[in-house]
């Protein structure tokens, strides 16, 4: 008997961000939160994901922080893992195999201390059969320069990035720190320097008390705030980044449903990456492609991207003096 035909089955979900990066679909999961993607191997068909980040790798191991390292907020949560992850060696020697068997692309999330740390798991990245990009995480304190992040200061993220754009051929996305109070600088100056797209956001920065309020409760006192808690902001970051960029934007913050997934596209994003929700149900990403590619049909689309920045500003609006656009 023949089988209904499903809704949206032939709609292209297909995204390219740059390259020769082409994501079967745009939804992503976030590092951090699907480890190397072989331990949701028996709940999640990783296949069908748009992509997968892997948890931040440095160029030597890293045990992480002092615990606790996470608690609850309203809305949220808040993490201070503080990278811990085996060092981009064991990384590329664990997992890169199973990677070249999987259809779905591995971005490598890359952490480090010093634009030759970066420049250094590049190189060693580089080439490896597996690995299909290189995702930047630059809110990381620069150790020769005061600790000061690679994130927020413009001439330190284009510093880094350019420096990583000469030790490789992979596709490059940096991952945007919303902890700034302009983003449209950081965003253009690091498009500048030849990433060939931008990811955005990563965590807030954030604290709690501890039970008797002696003490910050986190062992390493600051966390950083994920979760629908920060979607507002991540959606203001994308929005501006959007506009101030001709590179792709990949939004994260907050994703939970497929409205999430919808409000994303419409400021500008090309594609989401499912970071917090991972938690609680890690079955939630592969339901939003499903979800999608059904909406895509009922609107009668044969492609989603008809979806992305339908609420931006027709033309483009005046730089604030004031930097981020907050009006009370
Ligand atoms: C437990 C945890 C670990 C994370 N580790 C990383 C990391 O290693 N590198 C990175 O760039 N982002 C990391 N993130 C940030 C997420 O990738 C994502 O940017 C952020 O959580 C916002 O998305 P969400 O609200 O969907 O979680 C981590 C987040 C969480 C919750």
Redesign the pocket.
Same mark, same amino acid.
């Given at each position: 008997m023949p089988t209904a035909p499903v809704p949206g089955e032939t709609v292209d979900l297909s995204v390219d961000l740059g390259r020769g990066l082409v994501l079967p679909n745009p939804i992503l999961v !976030?590092?951090?939160?699907f480890g190397y993607g072989v331990e949701y191997g028996d709940v999640v068909d990783v296949d069908r994901l748009g992509g997968i980040?892997c948890?931040?790798?440095t160029l030597k191991p890293r045990i992480g922080n002092p615990t606790p390292?996470?608690t609850e907020t309203p809305g949220?949560?808040l993490?201070s +893992?503080g990278?811990q992850?085996p060092g981009v060696d064991a990384v590329i020697e664990k997992y890169a195999e199973t990677w070249t068997s999987w259809a779905t692309p591995v971005i490598v999330?890359v952490?480090g201390e010093s634009v030759h740390d970066y420049v250094e798991v590049a190189r060693r990245l580089d080439g490896v059969p597996g690995v299909a990009a290189i995702?930047?995480?630059i809110?990381c304190p620069n150790v020769g320069a005061g600790g000061l992040q690679f994130a927020i200061d413009a001439g330190a993220a284009a510093e880094v990035t350019a420096a990583v754009r000469r030790a490789t051929e992979l596709p490059l996305l940096v991952?945007l720190s919303p902890n700034v109070a302009d983003i449209r600088p950081i965003a253009r100056a690091i498009a500048d320097a030849g990433a060939d797209a931008l990811?955005? +956001?990563?965590?807030l920065s954030g604290i709690a008390v501890a039970p008797g309020r002696g003490r910050p409760l986190l062992g390493n006192i600051y966390g950083?705030?994920?979760?629908? !808690?920060?979607?507002p902001v991540?959606l203001r970051v994308v929005y501006e980044a959007a506009q101030a960029v001709k590179i792709p934007v990949v939004a +994260?913050?907050?994703?939970?449903s497929l409205d999430d997934v919808l409000d994303f596209l419409a400021v500008g994003a090309v594609a989401v990456?499912?970071?917090? !929700?991972?938690?609680a149900d890690p079955t939630i990403p592969v339901r939003l492609v499903d979800e999608l590619a059904a909406e895509c049909g009922r609107r009668g689309m044969t492609t989603y991207r008809d979806l992305v920045g339908t609420a931006l500003p027709t033309k483009a609006e005046r730089p604030s003096s004031k930097g981020v656009e907050y009006r009370p």
């Open positions: !976030a590092s951090g939160t980040c948890k931040g790798t390292r996470v949220g949560m993490n +893992i990278l992850n999330n952490a995702e930047l995480n809110s991952k990811t955005a +956001i990563n965590t950083g705030l994920s979760g629908p !808690a920060v979607k991540a +994260i913050g907050g994703v939970t990456q499912v970071g917090t !929700a991972i938690f």
